[in-house]
T-cell receptor
Framework: AQRVTQPEKLLSVFKGAPVELKCNYS??????LFWYVQYSRQRLQLLLR??SRESIKGFTADLNKGETSFHLKKPFAQEEDSAMYYC???????????FGSGTKLNVKP | DTEVTQTPKHLVMGMTNKKSLKCEQH?????MYWYKQKAKKPPELMFV???????INESVPSRFSPECPNSSLLNLHLHALQPEDSALYLC????????????FGPGTRLTVL
């Protein structure tokens, strides 16, 4: 069965500190993985996807098939990064989105 | 226009009321989705429309009735809802059905009294 696990509900870091939001997945095929972000009072929006291998707002994420992980990283966190982050997997019989439970990132000044 | 829009932003309704949520996109996307999001929880898929046809119904109660009048519009008709149906209802669209990133609307905050 498809599953996405984000073990941390809340992650608090100081501005300028490195941040890593963990995401592990369970999927038998070749998954497509995404990170979505939801800033306060704003819509859910795509941050990045593994196939594009981009760096958006300083964030990167590498798909590690051996560890079935897709952790989101940023070397120097900014206060404006404070938001809810969802890891999502596209897959399954109907190619649906499966969202993780989300990690709330709080970047303190 | 590169956004998904939803109306109304907020809706309060009684358990005997009938109301509708509306979603619109003009990006030429051929797939549209309804999600339900409770506070501090991830979105839960409700329905998927693919080329204006209902392709996925995630065992949603019949008091929720989706409708896709055309490729740009998606409605969610509500009738005889329960207080536990109070949530943020999100609409999303993607270029192709379930094979591409989804673009989300701002949501409709529904409160059922």
């Amino acid at each position: 069965a498809q599953r996405v696990t984000q073990p941390e509900k809340l992650l608090s870091v100081f501005k300028g500190a490195p941040v890593e939001l963990k995401c592990n997945y369970s999927y038998s095929g070749s998954p497509e993985l995404f990170w979505y972000v939801q800033y306060s009072r704003q819509r859910l929006q795509l941050l990045l996807r593994h196939i594009s291998r981009e760096s958006i707002k300083g964030f990167t994420a590498d798909l590690n098939k051996g560890e079935t992980s897709f952790h989101l990283k940023k070397p120097f966190a900014q206060e404006e990064d404070s938001a809810m982050y969802y890891c999502a997997l596209l897959g399954g019989n109907f190619n649906k989105f499966y969202f993780g439970s989300g990690t709330k990132l709080n970047v303190k000044p | 226009d590169t956004e998904v829009t939803q109306t109304p932003k907020h809706l309060v309704m009684g358990m005997t009321n009938k109301k509708s949520l509306k979603c619109e996109q003009h990006m030429g996307h051929r797939a549209m989705y309804w999600y339900k999001q409770k506070a501090k929880k991830p979105p839960e898929l409700m329905f998927v429309y693919s080329y204006e046809k209902l392709s996925i119904n995630e065992s949603v109660p019949s008091r929720f009735s989706p409708e896709c009048p055309n490729s740009s519009l998606l409605n969610l008709h509500l009738h005889a809802l329960q207080p536990e149906d109070s949530a943020l209802y999100l609409c999303a669209s993607s270029q192709e059905p379930s094979t591409d990133e989804q673009f989300f609307g701002p949501g409709t905050r529904l409160t059922v009294l």
